[in-house]
Protein backbone atom coordinates (compact mmCIF):
# COMPACT_ATOMS: atom_id res chain seq x y z
CA UNK A 1 0.00 0.00 0.00
CA UNK A 2 1.64 3.49 -1.02
CA UNK A 3 0.29 6.26 1.12
CA UNK A 4 0.23 9.85 -0.30
CA UNK A 5 2.57 11.48 1.97
CA UNK A 6 -0.01 14.01 2.92
CA UNK A 7 -2.22 11.07 6.06
CA UNK A 8 -0.41 8.71 7.89
CA UNK A 9 -2.13 5.04 9.14
CA UNK A 10 -3.08 5.14 12.55
CA UNK A 11 -4.62 2.27 14.05
CA UNK A 12 -7.88 3.23 16.35
CA UNK A 13 -8.43 0.65 19.67
CA UNK A 14 -11.97 -0.66 19.05
CA UNK A 15 -12.33 0.75 15.83
CA UNK A 16 -9.51 -0.84 13.76
CA UNK A 17 -7.43 1.93 10.90
CA UNK A 18 -8.43 4.56 9.80
CA UNK A 19 -5.96 8.04 8.06
CA UNK A 20 -4.65 11.21 9.74
CA UNK A 21 -3.23 13.88 7.92
CA UNK A 22 0.22 14.94 8.22
CA UNK A 23 -0.36 18.74 8.41
CA UNK A 24 -3.14 21.25 8.53
CA UNK A 25 -5.52 21.75 5.33
CA UNK A 26 -8.13 24.05 5.25
CA UNK A 27 -11.78 23.90 4.26
CA UNK A 28 -12.05 23.59 0.94
CA UNK A 29 -8.46 22.28 0.24
CA UNK A 30 -7.28 18.98 -1.59
CA UNK A 31 -5.82 16.75 0.87
CA UNK A 32 -4.84 14.25 -1.72
CA UNK A 33 -5.84 13.20 -5.26
CA UNK A 34 -4.82 9.57 -6.90
CA UNK A 35 -5.84 7.50 -9.95
CA UNK A 36 -7.75 4.69 -8.11
CA UNK A 37 -5.72 0.98 -7.91
CA UNK A 38 -9.03 -0.52 -9.54
CA UNK A 39 -11.54 0.89 -11.55
CA UNK A 40 -14.64 -0.52 -13.44
CA UNK A 41 -17.54 1.15 -15.93
CA UNK A 42 -20.74 0.50 -14.27
CA UNK A 43 -22.87 -2.65 -16.13
CA UNK A 44 -25.83 0.16 -17.21
CA UNK A 45 -23.19 2.92 -18.44
CA UNK A 46 -20.42 0.48 -19.81
CA UNK A 47 -21.31 0.88 -23.77
CA UNK A 48 -21.43 4.56 -22.98
CA UNK A 49 -18.10 5.55 -21.15
CA UNK A 50 -14.67 5.19 -21.05
CA UNK A 51 -13.09 2.53 -19.45
CA UNK A 52 -10.04 4.20 -18.30
CA UNK A 53 -10.95 8.04 -17.97
CA UNK A 54 -14.76 7.81 -17.36
CA UNK A 55 -15.69 10.16 -19.86
CA UNK A 56 -18.79 9.33 -21.32
CA UNK A 57 -21.21 9.22 -24.43
CA UNK A 58 -24.36 11.40 -23.60
CA UNK A 59 -27.67 9.50 -24.28
CA UNK A 60 -30.15 11.42 -26.34
CA UNK A 61 -30.99 14.89 -25.16
CA UNK A 62 -28.36 14.67 -22.37
CA UNK A 63 -25.77 15.86 -24.16
CA UNK A 64 -25.22 19.08 -22.71
CA UNK A 65 -24.24 17.37 -19.30
CA UNK A 66 -20.92 17.48 -17.83
CA UNK A 67 -18.15 15.60 -18.55
CA UNK A 68 -19.18 14.16 -21.66
CA UNK A 69 -16.85 12.69 -24.96
CA UNK A 70 -18.58 13.42 -28.50
CA UNK A 71 -17.64 9.21 -29.30
CA UNK A 72 -16.65 6.03 -27.33
CA UNK A 73 -15.30 3.17 -29.34
CA UNK A 74 -15.62 -0.53 -28.74
CA UNK A 75 -12.13 -2.61 -27.98
CA UNK A 76 -11.88 -4.37 -31.28
CA UNK A 77 -11.10 -7.93 -29.61
CA UNK A 78 -14.07 -8.64 -26.92
CA UNK A 79 -16.45 -5.70 -28.31
CA UNK A 80 -17.55 -5.15 -24.87
CA UNK A 81 -14.92 -2.68 -23.38
CA UNK A 82 -14.88 1.26 -24.75
CA UNK A 83 -12.71 3.99 -24.98
CA UNK A 84 -12.90 7.53 -25.95
CA UNK A 85 -9.43 7.63 -27.36
CA UNK A 86 -6.79 5.42 -28.66
CA UNK A 87 -4.27 7.09 -25.87
CA UNK A 88 -6.79 5.63 -23.22
CA UNK A 89 -7.31 2.42 -24.65
CA UNK A 90 -3.58 1.83 -24.20
CA UNK A 91 -2.92 2.62 -20.95
CA UNK A 92 -5.98 0.35 -19.83
CA UNK A 93 -4.25 -2.12 -22.11
CA UNK A 94 -1.28 -2.13 -20.19
CA UNK A 95 -3.04 -1.89 -16.71
CA UNK A 96 -5.80 -4.53 -17.17
CA UNK A 97 -7.15 -5.44 -20.03
CA UNK A 98 -4.73 -7.19 -22.36
CA UNK A 99 -5.39 -10.01 -19.39
CA UNK A 100 -9.12 -9.84 -19.21
CA UNK A 101 -9.66 -9.28 -23.12
CA UNK A 102 -9.84 -12.68 -24.17
CA UNK A 103 -12.18 -13.94 -21.02
CA UNK A 104 -14.54 -10.81 -22.27
CA UNK A 105 -14.78 -11.65 -25.39
CA UNK A 106 -15.53 -15.42 -24.95
CA UNK A 107 -18.50 -14.56 -22.66
CA UNK A 108 -19.82 -11.72 -25.25
CA UNK A 109 -22.67 -10.33 -26.34
CA UNK A 110 -22.55 -11.10 -21.96
CA UNK A 111 -20.77 -8.99 -19.47
CA UNK A 112 -20.70 -9.66 -16.14
CA UNK A 113 -21.75 -7.23 -13.56
CA UNK A 114 -19.46 -4.38 -12.89
CA UNK A 115 -18.36 -5.98 -9.18
CA UNK A 116 -17.53 -9.14 -10.93
CA UNK A 117 -14.99 -7.82 -13.60
CA UNK A 118 -13.59 -5.69 -10.83
CA UNK A 119 -12.72 -8.71 -8.87
CA UNK A 120 -11.80 -10.63 -12.01
CA UNK A 121 -9.01 -7.98 -12.50
CA UNK A 122 -7.48 -8.49 -8.68
CA UNK A 123 -7.76 -11.55 -9.31
CA UNK A 124 -5.53 -11.66 -12.66
CA UNK A 125 -2.99 -9.12 -11.23
CA UNK A 126 0.16 -10.30 -11.57
CA UNK A 127 4.03 -10.02 -9.92
CA UNK A 128 4.96 -7.45 -7.50
CA UNK A 129 1.77 -5.25 -8.06
CA UNK A 130 -0.60 -8.94 -7.13
CA UNK A 131 1.83 -9.38 -3.67
CA UNK A 132 1.00 -5.53 -2.61
CA UNK A 133 -1.99 -4.71 -3.37
CA UNK A 134 -2.91 -8.65 -1.56
CA UNK A 135 -0.81 -7.53 1.34
CA UNK A 136 -2.82 -4.04 1.35
CA UNK A 137 -5.68 -6.18 1.42
CA UNK A 138 -5.15 -8.12 4.27
CA UNK A 139 -5.28 -4.99 6.47
CA UNK A 140 -9.14 -4.71 5.47
CA UNK A 141 -12.16 -5.60 6.89
CA UNK A 142 -15.06 -8.33 4.79
CA UNK A 143 -17.22 -9.47 7.50
CA UNK A 144 -17.88 -12.57 5.95
CA UNK A 145 -19.13 -13.71 9.07
CA UNK A 146 -21.86 -10.86 9.14
CA UNK A 147 -22.65 -11.16 5.45
CA UNK A 148 -23.33 -15.20 6.03
CA UNK A 149 -26.21 -14.24 7.88
CA UNK A 150 -27.43 -11.97 5.11
CA UNK A 151 -30.11 -12.98 1.89
CA UNK A 152 -27.20 -11.31 -0.57
CA UNK A 153 -24.46 -14.23 0.55
CA UNK A 154 -25.74 -16.73 -2.50
CA UNK A 155 -25.37 -14.45 -4.73
CA UNK A 156 -22.26 -13.36 -3.13
CA UNK A 157 -20.92 -17.04 -3.89
CA UNK A 158 -21.86 -17.04 -7.22
CA UNK A 159 -20.70 -13.91 -8.12
CA UNK A 160 -17.01 -15.51 -6.83
CA UNK A 161 -17.55 -19.07 -8.79
CA UNK A 162 -18.13 -16.60 -11.73
CA UNK A 163 -15.01 -15.04 -10.94
CA UNK A 164 -12.81 -17.92 -9.95
CA UNK A 165 -13.72 -19.86 -13.08
CA UNK A 166 -13.29 -16.62 -15.49
CA UNK A 167 -10.05 -15.98 -14.60
CA UNK A 168 -8.22 -19.09 -13.93
CA UNK A 169 -7.10 -17.99 -10.33
CA UNK A 170 -6.24 -21.29 -7.66
CA UNK A 171 -7.15 -19.24 -4.79
CA UNK A 172 -9.58 -21.15 -3.23
CA UNK A 173 -13.55 -20.34 -3.49
CA UNK A 174 -13.58 -19.43 0.37
CA UNK A 175 -10.83 -17.00 -0.26
CA UNK A 176 -12.41 -15.57 -3.19
CA UNK A 177 -15.78 -15.19 -1.56
CA UNK A 178 -13.97 -13.18 1.37
CA UNK A 179 -12.38 -10.87 -1.24
CA UNK A 180 -15.52 -10.23 -2.97
CA UNK A 181 -16.84 -9.39 0.70
CA UNK A 182 -13.84 -6.98 1.06
CA UNK A 183 -14.68 -4.96 -2.27
CA UNK A 184 -18.78 -4.88 -1.09
CA UNK A 185 -17.52 -3.51 2.22
CA UNK A 186 -14.42 -1.27 0.80
CA UNK A 187 -15.66 0.15 -2.13
CA UNK A 188 -16.73 2.86 -3.33
CA UNK A 189 -19.23 4.43 -6.07
CA UNK A 190 -17.77 6.96 -9.02
CA UNK A 191 -20.47 9.86 -9.73
CA UNK A 192 -20.32 12.45 -12.33
CA UNK A 193 -20.71 15.80 -11.61
CA UNK A 194 -24.55 15.21 -12.21
CA UNK A 195 -24.44 12.65 -9.60
CA UNK A 196 -25.10 9.94 -11.97
CA UNK A 197 -23.33 6.56 -11.05
CA UNK A 198 -20.76 5.73 -13.49
CA UNK A 199 -18.73 3.11 -12.05
CA UNK A 200 -16.71 1.47 -9.19
CA UNK A 201 -13.21 1.88 -7.68
CA UNK A 202 -11.65 -0.20 -5.12
CA UNK A 203 -8.31 1.18 -3.78
CA UNK A 204 -6.49 -0.18 -0.34
CA UNK A 205 -5.51 3.33 1.03
CA UNK A 206 -8.42 5.23 0.49
CA UNK A 207 -10.48 2.44 1.82
CA UNK A 208 -8.73 3.20 5.13
CA UNK A 209 -10.83 6.27 5.68
CA UNK A 210 -13.46 6.13 8.08
CA UNK A 211 -17.06 7.12 8.27
CA UNK A 212 -18.79 9.77 10.35
CA UNK A 213 -22.28 11.33 9.61
CA UNK A 214 -20.59 14.42 10.16
CA UNK A 215 -17.69 14.12 8.31
CA UNK A 216 -14.76 16.93 7.36
CA UNK A 217 -13.78 15.50 3.88
CA UNK A 218 -15.84 14.26 1.00
CA UNK A 219 -14.69 12.12 -2.06
CA UNK A 220 -14.51 13.56 -5.44
CA UNK A 221 -13.93 12.31 -9.13
CA UNK A 222 -12.18 14.37 -12.31
CA UNK A 223 -12.21 11.98 -14.77
CA UNK A 224 -10.32 9.53 -13.29
CA UNK A 225 -8.71 10.87 -10.48
CA UNK A 226 -9.80 10.37 -7.30
CA UNK A 227 -9.71 13.32 -5.09
CA UNK A 228 -10.42 13.52 -1.13
CA UNK A 229 -11.38 17.32 -0.49
CA UNK A 230 -11.94 18.81 2.95
CA UNK A 231 -15.14 20.50 3.86
CA UNK A 232 -13.93 21.68 7.07
CA UNK A 233 -10.69 22.69 8.62
CA UNK A 234 -8.80 19.87 9.50
CA UNK A 235 -5.83 20.02 12.14
CA UNK A 236 -2.16 18.05 11.72
CA UNK A 237 -2.94 14.66 13.46
CA UNK A 238 -6.92 14.83 13.17
CA UNK A 239 -8.32 11.77 11.69
CA UNK A 240 -10.58 11.87 8.38
CA UNK A 241 -13.58 11.19 8.07
CA UNK A 242 -16.36 10.67 4.75
CA UNK A 243 -19.97 9.44 5.18
CA UNK A 244 -20.61 6.17 3.65
CA UNK A 245 -24.51 6.05 3.43
CA UNK A 246 -27.21 8.97 2.03
CA UNK A 247 -26.41 11.60 4.64
CA UNK A 248 -29.73 13.21 3.79
CA UNK A 249 -31.56 10.51 6.25
CA UNK A 250 -32.26 11.00 9.54
CA UNK A 251 -30.51 9.57 12.58
CA UNK A 252 -32.27 6.35 13.04
CA UNK A 253 -32.35 5.42 9.78
CA UNK A 254 -28.56 6.40 8.85
CA UNK A 255 -27.46 3.77 11.79
CA UNK A 256 -29.85 1.14 10.02
CA UNK A 257 -28.74 1.76 7.07
CA UNK A 258 -24.78 1.55 8.40
CA UNK A 259 -25.63 -1.73 10.25
CA UNK A 260 -27.13 -2.94 7.55
CA UNK A 261 -24.35 -2.46 5.05
CA UNK A 262 -21.40 -1.65 6.88
CA UNK A 263 -22.41 -4.03 9.86
CA UNK A 264 -21.18 -1.22 12.69
CA UNK A 265 -22.88 0.85 15.14
CA UNK A 266 -22.29 4.27 14.00
CA UNK A 267 -21.09 6.44 17.05
CA UNK A 268 -20.26 9.38 15.74
CA UNK A 269 -20.90 13.32 16.73
CA UNK A 270 -23.83 13.80 14.79
CA UNK A 271 -25.22 10.24 16.07
CA UNK A 272 -24.11 10.24 19.75
CA UNK A 273 -23.45 12.79 23.12
CA UNK A 274 -21.84 14.82 24.29
CA UNK A 275 -21.59 16.56 21.12
CA UNK A 276 -25.32 15.98 19.96
CA UNK A 277 -26.56 19.46 18.29
CA UNK A 278 -29.27 20.06 16.61
CA UNK A 279 -29.50 18.52 13.42
CA UNK A 280 -32.08 19.54 10.65
CA UNK A 281 -31.64 16.33 9.00
CA UNK A 282 -33.83 15.13 12.09
CA UNK A 283 -36.34 17.85 12.61
CA UNK A 284 -40.47 17.28 13.10
CA UNK A 285 -42.49 20.37 13.45
CA UNK A 286 -45.27 22.03 15.48
CA UNK A 287 -48.23 21.62 12.78
CA UNK A 288 -49.47 24.80 14.75
CA UNK A 289 -46.40 27.63 14.89
CA UNK A 290 -43.83 25.45 12.89
CA UNK A 291 -41.04 25.57 15.55
CA UNK A 292 -38.91 22.45 14.63
CA UNK A 293 -38.38 19.77 17.83
CA UNK A 294 -35.64 16.57 17.69
CA UNK A 295 -37.36 13.87 19.62
CA UNK A 296 -34.37 11.25 18.85
CA UNK A 297 -32.88 10.09 22.07
CA UNK A 298 -29.79 11.49 23.28
CA UNK A 299 -27.65 9.13 24.59
CA UNK A 300 -26.93 5.64 22.58
CA UNK A 301 -29.22 2.45 23.67
CA UNK A 302 -30.15 -1.22 21.54
CA UNK A 303 -33.96 -0.53 22.19
CA UNK A 304 -37.06 -0.47 19.42
CA UNK A 305 -37.93 3.04 20.42
CA UNK A 306 -34.99 5.67 19.30
CA UNK A 307 -36.81 8.83 20.41
CA UNK A 308 -38.60 10.48 23.60
CA UNK A 309 -41.82 11.75 23.07
CA UNK A 310 -43.14 15.35 23.11
CA UNK A 311 -46.28 16.29 24.72
CA UNK A 312 -46.70 20.31 23.34
CA UNK A 313 -44.81 22.62 21.60
CA UNK A 314 -41.98 24.59 23.45
CA UNK A 315 -43.05 28.12 21.20
CA UNK A 316 -47.02 27.85 21.39
CA UNK A 317 -47.81 25.25 23.83
CA UNK A 318 -50.05 23.27 21.38
CA UNK A 319 -50.80 20.49 23.13
CA UNK A 320 -50.09 17.24 20.43
CA UNK A 321 -52.36 14.40 20.30
CA UNK A 322 -52.06 10.97 21.77
CA UNK A 323 -48.71 11.30 23.94
CA UNK A 324 -47.10 9.58 24.60
CA UNK A 325 -47.14 8.22 21.03
CA UNK A 326 -46.47 11.79 19.19
CA UNK A 327 -43.48 10.87 17.35
CA UNK A 328 -44.43 7.09 16.26
CA UNK A 329 -47.62 8.48 14.97
CA UNK A 330 -45.93 10.49 12.91
CA UNK A 331 -42.89 7.88 12.00
CA UNK A 332 -45.82 4.78 10.82
CA UNK A 333 -47.05 7.42 8.23
CA UNK A 334 -43.63 8.59 6.97
CA UNK A 335 -43.32 4.35 7.08
CA UNK A 336 -47.05 4.04 5.29
CA UNK A 337 -46.09 6.17 2.46
CA UNK A 338 -42.80 4.05 1.50
CA UNK A 339 -41.45 7.49 -0.26
CA UNK A 340 -38.03 7.06 1.53
CA UNK A 341 -37.60 4.05 -0.36
CA UNK A 342 -38.51 5.49 -3.92
CA UNK A 343 -35.44 4.89 -6.16
CA UNK A 344 -36.60 5.52 -10.18
CA UNK A 345 -40.23 5.72 -11.50
CA UNK A 346 -41.40 2.27 -12.83
CA UNK A 347 -44.09 3.09 -14.76
CA UNK A 348 -46.15 6.59 -16.15
CA UNK A 349 -48.64 6.54 -13.24
CA UNK A 350 -46.18 6.17 -10.63
CA UNK A 351 -45.26 10.08 -10.28
CA UNK A 352 -48.50 11.01 -10.01
CA UNK A 353 -49.09 8.64 -6.55
CA UNK A 354 -45.71 9.67 -5.30
CA UNK A 355 -46.91 13.53 -5.68
CA UNK A 356 -50.40 12.30 -4.12
CA UNK A 357 -48.40 10.68 -0.96
CA UNK A 358 -46.00 13.64 -0.95
CA UNK A 359 -49.36 16.29 -0.64
CA UNK A 360 -50.47 14.16 1.99
CA UNK A 361 -47.92 14.11 4.19
CA UNK A 362 -47.18 17.89 3.59
CA UNK A 363 -50.30 18.13 4.76
CA UNK A 364 -49.93 17.20 7.89
CA UNK A 365 -47.55 20.12 8.64
CA UNK A 366 -45.18 17.79 11.17
CA UNK A 367 -42.67 17.02 8.81
CA UNK A 368 -40.80 19.86 7.07
CA UNK A 369 -40.25 19.95 3.37
CA UNK A 370 -36.29 20.20 3.64
CA UNK A 371 -35.65 16.41 5.45
CA UNK A 372 -36.71 13.12 4.68
CA UNK A 373 -38.88 11.03 3.20
CA UNK A 374 -39.20 14.48 1.18
CA UNK A 375 -35.69 14.41 -0.33
CA UNK A 376 -35.23 11.03 -2.02
CA UNK A 377 -38.46 10.92 -4.29
CA UNK A 378 -37.43 14.18 -6.11
CA UNK A 379 -34.24 12.15 -7.10
CA UNK A 380 -36.88 10.35 -9.39
CA UNK A 381 -39.34 12.63 -10.67
CA UNK A 382 -37.41 15.49 -11.58
CA UNK A 383 -35.09 13.39 -14.61
CA UNK A 384 -39.23 11.91 -15.38
CA UNK A 385 -40.29 15.08 -15.93
CA UNK A 386 -37.88 16.25 -18.03
CA UNK A 387 -37.66 13.63 -20.43
CA UNK A 388 -41.23 14.01 -20.64
CA UNK A 389 -40.40 17.82 -21.28
CA UNK A 390 -43.43 18.76 -18.98
CA UNK A 391 -40.86 21.98 -17.88
CA UNK A 392 -44.03 23.24 -15.58
CA UNK A 393 -43.72 20.52 -13.54
CA UNK A 394 -39.56 19.87 -13.69
CA UNK A 395 -39.44 23.44 -12.30
CA UNK A 396 -42.00 23.48 -9.90
CA UNK A 397 -39.62 20.33 -8.85
CA UNK A 398 -36.42 21.76 -8.75
CA UNK A 399 -37.25 24.81 -6.99
CA UNK A 400 -38.29 23.21 -4.16
CA UNK A 401 -35.43 21.14 -4.09
CA UNK A 402 -33.01 23.88 -4.82
CA UNK A 403 -34.68 26.49 -2.71
CA UNK A 404 -36.61 24.93 0.05
CA UNK A 405 -34.50 21.79 0.39
CA UNK A 406 -30.67 22.61 -0.89
CA UNK A 407 -30.51 26.02 1.26
CA UNK A 408 -31.19 24.28 4.68
CA UNK A 409 -29.46 21.19 3.46
CA UNK A 410 -26.18 23.11 2.48
CA UNK A 411 -25.25 23.77 6.04
CA UNK A 412 -23.62 20.37 5.97
CA UNK A 413 -20.45 21.53 4.07
CA UNK A 414 -20.52 18.04 3.05
CA UNK A 415 -23.14 18.01 0.77
CA UNK A 416 -21.86 20.76 -1.55
CA UNK A 417 -21.06 18.65 -4.32
CA UNK A 418 -24.95 17.10 -4.66
CA UNK A 419 -25.83 20.88 -4.86
CA UNK A 420 -23.47 21.71 -7.57
CA UNK A 421 -25.65 18.41 -9.28
CA UNK A 422 -28.95 20.16 -8.47
CA UNK A 423 -27.56 23.34 -9.52
CA UNK A 424 -26.10 21.81 -13.03
CA UNK A 425 -29.70 19.67 -13.39
CA UNK A 426 -31.52 23.85 -13.09
CA UNK A 427 -29.32 24.52 -15.43
CA UNK A 428 -30.42 22.20 -17.97
CA UNK A 429 -33.91 22.59 -17.14
CA UNK A 430 -33.82 25.81 -17.94
CA UNK A 431 -31.67 25.97 -21.02
CA UNK A 432 -34.37 23.80 -22.37
CA UNK A 433 -37.25 25.96 -21.28
CA UNK A 434 -35.76 28.75 -23.42
CA UNK A 435 -34.87 26.62 -26.23
CA UNK A 436 -38.46 25.24 -26.59
CA UNK A 437 -40.12 28.27 -25.24
CA UNK A 438 -42.72 25.70 -23.99
CA UNK A 439 -43.74 27.45 -20.78
CA UNK A 440 -47.73 27.28 -19.52
CA UNK A 441 -49.92 30.23 -18.96
CA UNK A 442 -49.64 29.32 -15.45
CA UNK A 443 -45.87 29.79 -15.15
CA UNK A 444 -46.09 32.86 -17.57
CA UNK A 445 -48.00 34.92 -15.04
CA UNK A 446 -44.29 34.89 -12.41
CA UNK A 447 -42.93 36.65 -15.86
CA UNK A 448 -39.50 35.32 -15.36
CA UNK A 449 -36.72 36.29 -16.99
CA UNK A 450 -35.45 33.05 -17.56
CA UNK A 451 -31.76 33.89 -19.30
CA UNK A 452 -31.03 35.85 -16.29
CA UNK A 453 -31.54 32.85 -14.46
CA UNK A 454 -29.91 30.76 -16.30
CA UNK A 455 -26.58 33.16 -16.35
CA UNK A 456 -26.80 33.88 -12.79
CA UNK A 457 -26.69 29.89 -12.16
CA UNK A 458 -23.75 29.44 -14.81
CA UNK A 459 -22.18 32.32 -12.83
CA UNK A 460 -22.08 30.28 -9.81
CA UNK A 461 -21.25 26.94 -10.68
CA UNK A 462 -18.78 28.55 -12.09
CA UNK A 463 -17.27 30.18 -8.72
CA UNK A 464 -18.46 27.24 -7.13
CA UNK A 465 -17.16 23.98 -8.50
CA UNK A 466 -13.14 25.22 -7.68
CA UNK A 467 -14.45 24.71 -3.83
CA UNK A 468 -15.13 21.13 -4.48
CA UNK A 469 -13.28 20.10 -7.21
CA UNK A 470 -10.29 21.97 -7.57
CA UNK A 471 -9.26 24.48 -10.13
CA UNK A 472 -9.45 24.10 -13.96
CA UNK A 473 -11.53 20.40 -13.60
CA UNK A 474 -13.45 18.90 -16.52
CA UNK A 475 -16.17 20.35 -14.67
CA UNK A 476 -15.06 23.53 -14.54
CA UNK A 477 -14.63 23.95 -18.01
CA UNK A 478 -17.14 22.20 -19.54
CA UNK A 479 -19.53 25.15 -17.84
CA UNK A 480 -16.88 27.54 -18.82
CA UNK A 481 -16.74 26.97 -22.74
CA UNK A 482 -20.20 25.09 -23.46
CA UNK A 483 -22.74 27.43 -21.07
CA UNK A 484 -20.92 30.62 -20.14
CA UNK A 485 -18.87 31.20 -23.15
CA UNK A 486 -21.83 30.91 -25.56
CA UNK A 487 -24.24 32.96 -23.57
CA UNK A 488 -21.94 35.76 -23.75
CA UNK A 489 -21.55 35.03 -27.77
CA UNK A 490 -25.29 34.59 -28.03
CA UNK A 491 -25.86 38.06 -26.46
CA UNK A 492 -23.93 40.04 -28.24
CA UNK A 493 -20.51 42.37 -27.39
CA UNK A 494 -22.61 45.04 -25.69
CA UNK A 495 -24.78 42.65 -23.96
CA UNK A 496 -22.17 40.63 -23.02
CA UNK A 497 -19.69 43.42 -21.40
CA UNK A 498 -22.57 44.34 -19.15
CA UNK A 499 -23.04 40.66 -18.04
CA UNK A 500 -19.48 40.64 -17.57
CA UNK A 501 -18.96 43.93 -15.59
CA UNK A 502 -21.85 43.44 -13.36
CA UNK A 503 -22.47 41.78 -10.56
CA UNK A 504 -25.48 39.29 -10.28
CA UNK A 505 -27.54 41.20 -7.59
CA UNK A 506 -27.25 44.47 -10.51
CA UNK A 507 -28.81 42.07 -13.15
CA UNK A 508 -31.53 41.45 -10.85
CA UNK A 509 -30.85 37.98 -10.95
CA UNK A 510 -31.90 37.02 -6.99
CA UNK A 511 -35.05 39.16 -7.98
CA UNK A 512 -35.86 37.02 -10.91
CA UNK A 513 -34.43 33.55 -8.68
CA UNK A 514 -37.08 34.39 -6.49
CA UNK A 515 -39.89 34.16 -8.45
CA UNK A 516 -39.27 30.93 -9.28
CA UNK A 517 -38.73 29.92 -5.22
CA UNK A 518 -42.66 31.72 -5.03
CA UNK A 519 -43.73 29.19 -7.98
CA UNK A 520 -42.08 26.66 -6.08
CA UNK A 521 -43.78 27.51 -2.87
CA UNK A 522 -47.25 27.69 -4.34
CA UNK A 523 -46.46 24.49 -6.19
CA UNK A 524 -46.58 22.36 -3.29
CA UNK A 525 -50.17 23.67 -2.87
CA UNK A 526 -51.13 22.77 -6.45
CA UNK A 527 -49.83 18.98 -6.37
Known sequence: MDLPEEVIKKDFPGRGNGLVVAKNFPAYSEIFRKVPEVSVPDSGYRSRICANCFLFEPATGDSIQAGSVAKVFSCGKCRSTYYCSRECQLQDWKAYHRRECKILGT??????????????????????????????????KSHIDDRRKTEDFETLVVMSKGAKEYSGTELSLEAVVEMLCKIMTNSFSIPLPT??????????????????????????????????????????????????????????????????????????TACCPPSLKPDPRNDFLCPTCGTPFQPYVTKPHTGMQLYTDIKECSSCCYEFPDPPNVVYNIER?????????????????????ILSKMKELYKLKTIPIYRSPFIEPLASLIPYYIKQADWDMAIGLIGVEYFLQDEVRSRQPEYAPVRLAHMMRFVVVLLYVILTGECSETLQQYSIDFRECLWGL?????????????????????????YKHEMLKQMGPVLARIHMNSTLEKLGWYKEMDKIKTYAMNFLDRI
Do not use: W
Open 107 to 140: LAPQVPPSTVILLMRILLMQGDKRQRFYSAMETL
Open 195 to 268: YDIVGIIFDTSVSLINHSCDPNAVIVFDKNMLMVRAVRPIKKGEEIYITYTDNAMPMPRRKEALRTQYFFDCQC
Open 333 to 353: KIANTGLAEVFGIKNDGMPRE
Open 458 to 482: VVELERLIPTVYGKNSAFENHIREN
